[in-house]
């Protein structure tokens, strides 16, 4: 009998051991990390962007008196800069990267999505907020991960969301307002997504040799190869060529 | 003393309930159809037909337990003649003769709505139900509606109906919105279709309900003879979402419409 017992703290104080310096010996601290910064480009004029016509839920409708809503399949800024682009790591990754800590937001507000692509890390935490006073539904029509369709009162309580295996892209829609359309993009490691100047950012990276790929709605992705050093930033461009 | 107390109930209920629909208190909206009319006036027969049955069968049952009801002592019960199967038998050749009326009577309206061909000048306008939304295409400049392909429905790029537009010549002014607009004073012809479930298509203030049935195109025609936005609601419990599947209609004139069409074409 007391021999069992030795066995088992022994195993477990080895096991304990083992893992702890297993944690310390593949984490990458924030110090060494690389970081990749870069910019998407349009190349050419983005398409004519349909109109929305909300007046099938007038408080959808009120919400845009003054501004009419156009579809964002494409959306470009100042500088040719191509807005809603996600980067990440496809290829290189050694599984030892820093997991995104900061819950990711999807926010439902004139009836539209906020922001329209958003991007997240296997099991980095989502927050949904329904901003608006109309009642929504979050449809992700996902393949690789659990499908699921929940509703959401006007000032509900927000959603808190988990995925579990990457998939580029999960289309998500509202049933109820069918024009409703986000783009969910859950990846594996650091991500950016690029801003209405086109520019992102990948922190985090460790130090070595990467495939980076871009993805957009429209266009679909490109990749790209990038050697990553400690300490100092990487500059990279993506240049889609407008249909 | 139960029995008379009764009896003053249901005929003060049946008072209520027959003042309420004669004077109207609860009543349809305002007709604003040509076909309406005859549809109203076959609701007034049928209501007319069941209310008189209504209120005579009520007032039976209230004489019956005003002379009866508390009569003390056992009473021989007497049963209709030849018991049971002829008692049945008699209420369905009743029933039966009601309803062969009502439908022999209200074969003109529903022949007014059904069995008339569309004027060919009708403008027409293709209607969708989808869960939960409707959306209307219009056939633009050249007035042919493009053929469409179900598999290319994407609600992410709008194309609500499934469109080729690279590919069909037809396809590629048709214009789709959101909200039904009509000229007043003009045939209207809708061709519904549904890309799921069974909904309805029902305008209360047009007298028009008309089931979507998924695989089949339903034409129905009608004359609006007022401005105004009304609600089309669908009446056929669609799904989850059902409650909010509306979209709204708007009457406007002639010169109006082709303002509304001129902005829904830049919208596209």
């Given at each position: 009998?007391?021999?069992?017992?030795?066995?088992?703290?022994l195993t477990?104080?080895?096991?304990?051991?083992?893992?702890?310096?297993?944690?310390?010996?593949?984490?990458?601290?924030?110090?060494s990390?690389?970081?990749?910064?870069?910019?998407?480009?349009?190349?050419?004029?983005?398409?004519?962007?349909?109109?929305?016509?909300?007046?099938?839920?007038?408080?959808?409708?009120?919400?845009?008196?003054?501004?009419?809503?156009?579809?964002?399949?494409?959306?470009?800024?100042?500088n040719?800069?191509?807005?809603?682009?996600?980067?990440?790591?496809?290829?290189?990754?050694?599984?030892?990267?820093?997991?995104?800590s900061?819950?990711?937001?999807?926010?439902?507000?004139?009836?539209?999505?906020f922001?329209?692509?958003?991007?997240?890390?296997?099991?980095?935490?989502?927050?949904?907020?329904?901003?608006d006073q109309?009642?929504?539904?979050?449809?992700?029509?996902?393949?690789?991960?659990?499908?699921?369709?929940k509703?959401?009162?006007?000032?509900?309580p927000?959603l808190?969301?988990?995925?579990?295996?990457?998939?580029?892209?999960?289309?998500?829609?509202?049933n109820?307002?069918?024009?409703?359309?986000?783009?969910?993009?859950?990846?594996?490691?650091?991500?950016?997504?690029?801003?209405?100047?086109?520019s992102?950012?990948?922190?985090n990276?460790?130090?070595?040799?990467?495939?980076?790929?871009?993805?957009?709605e429209?266009?679909?992705?490109?990749?790209?190869?990038?050697?990553?050093?400690?300490?100092?930033?990487?500059?990279?461009?993506?240049?889609?060529?407008?249909? | 003393?139960?029995?008379?107390a009764?009896?003053?109930?249901?005929v003060?209920?049946?008072?209520?309930?027959?003042?309420?629909?004669?004077?109207?208190?609860?009543?349809?909206?305002?007709?604003?159809?040509?076909?309406g009319?005859?549809?109203?006036?076959?609701?007034?027969?049928?209501?007319?037909?069941?209310?008189?049955?209504?209120?005579?069968?009520?007032?039976?049952?209230?004489?019956?337990?005003?002379?009866?009801?508390d009569?003390?002592?056992?009473r021989?019960?007497?049963?209709?003649?030849?018991?049971?199967?002829?008692?049945?038998?008699?209420?369905?050749v009743?029933?039966?003769?009601?309803?062969?009326?009502?439908?022999?009577?209200?074969?003109?309206?529903?022949?007014?709505?059904?069995?008339?061909?569309?004027?060919?000048?009708?403008?027409?306008?293709?209607?969708?139900?989808?869960q939960?939304?409707?959306?209307f295409r219009?056939?633009?400049?050249?007035?042919?509606?493009?053929?469409?392909?179900?598999?290319?429905?994407?609600?992410g790029?709008?194309?609500?109906?499934?469109?080729?537009?690279?590919?069909?010549?037809?396809?590629?002014?048709?214009?789709?919105?959101?909200?039904?607009?009509?000229?007043?004073?003009?045939?209207?012809?809708?061709?519904?279709h549904?890309?799921?479930?069974?909904?309805?298509?029902?305008?209360?203030?047009?007298?028009?309900?008309?089931?979507?049935?998924?695989?089949?195109?339903?034409?129905?025609?009608?004359t609006?003879?007022?401005?105004?936005?009304f609600?089309?609601?669908?009446?056929?419990?669609?799904?989850?979402?059902?409650y909010?599947?509306?979209?709204?209609?708007?009457?406007?004139?002639?010169?109006?419409?082709?303002?509304?069409?001129k902005?829904?074409?830049?919208?596209?």
């Amino acid at each position: 009998m007391k021999a069992t017992w030795k066995i088992v703290v022994l195993t477990s104080a080895l096991l304990t051991f083992a893992s702890a310096l297993l944690h310390t010996g593949s984490s990458v601290s924030a110090a060494s990390a690389g970081q990749v910064t870069g910019t998407v480009k349009l190349d050419g004029t983005a398409p004519h962007q349909k109109g929305i016509d909300m007046s099938k839920d007038p408080s959808c409708a009120a919400a845009h008196k003054d501004k009419p809503v156009t579809m964002e399949n494409v959306v470009a800024g100042a500088n040719g800069g191509l807005a809603n682009v996600v980067v990440y790591v496809s290829q290189g990754l050694a599984g030892n990267e820093i997991p995104s800590s900061q819950p990711v937001q999807l926010e439902q507000k004139g009836c539209q999505y906020f922001p329209h692509v958003v991007a997240v890390d296997v099991g980095q935490h989502m927050k949904i907020l329904n901003s608006d006073q109309a009642l929504h539904n979050i449809h992700p029509q996902s393949t690789k991960n659990a499908a699921w369709n929940k509703s959401q009162m006007p000032g509900g309580p927000p959603l808190d969301v988990t995925w579990a295996n990457e998939e580029i892209p999960v289309p998500v829609k509202c049933n109820v307002h069918p024009w409703m359309q986000a783009y969910i993009v859950v990846v594996k490691g650091p991500y950016g997504v690029t801003d209405d100047s086109g520019s992102f950012k990948l922190d985090n990276l460790p130090p070595g040799t990467y495939t980076l790929t871009a993805w957009q709605e429209t266009y679909g992705t490109q990749t790209q190869n990038v050697t990553v050093a400690a300490g100092k930033p990487t500059a990279v461009s993506f240049t889609f060529k407008a249909k | 003393m139960p029995g008379k107390a009764f009896a003053v109930v249901v005929v003060i209920v049946t008072l209520v309930i027959a003042y309420c629909v004669i004077a109207h208190v609860w009543w349809m909206p305002v007709d604003i159809s040509v076909h309406g009319p005859n549809i109203d006036h076959q609701i007034e027969e049928t209501i007319f037909g069941a209310g008189t049955l209504f209120i005579a069968g009520q007032l039976v049952l209230a004489a019956f337990s005003f002379l009866y009801g508390d009569s003390k002592g056992a009473r021989k019960m007497k049963s209709f003649p030849g018991g049971a199967k002829p008692l049945i038998i008699f209420a369905g050749v009743v029933v039966g003769i009601e309803i062969l009326v009502l439908s022999f009577v209200g074969s003109k309206a529903w022949g007014s709505v059904y069995f008339t061909p569309p004027d060919p000048d009708s403008v027409r306008v293709d209607v969708q139900a989808g869960q939960f939304a409707f959306y209307f295409r219009y056939p633009g400049p050249d007035g042919k509606f493009g053929p469409l392909h179900p598999e290319l429905i994407n609600e992410g790029t709008q194309n609500f109906f499934g469109l080729d537009t690279d590919h069909d010549a037809d396809s590629k002014d048709d214009i789709i919105t959101a909200e039904l607009a009509i000229p007043v004073n003009k045939p209207v012809l809708l061709t519904l279709h549904s890309k799921d479930v069974g909904h309805s298509f029902d305008v209360r203030e047009l007298r028009v309900q008309q089931d979507f049935v998924p695989g089949i195109v339903i034409p129905i025609h009608f004359t609006a003879t007022q401005t105004g936005r009304f609600e089309i609601v669908c009446t056929q419990l669609c799904g989850l979402g059902h409650y909010n599947m509306k979209a709204y209609l708007e009457v406007i004139s002639q010169a109006d419409f082709d303002n509304w069409m001129k902005q829904q074409a830049a919208m596209q």
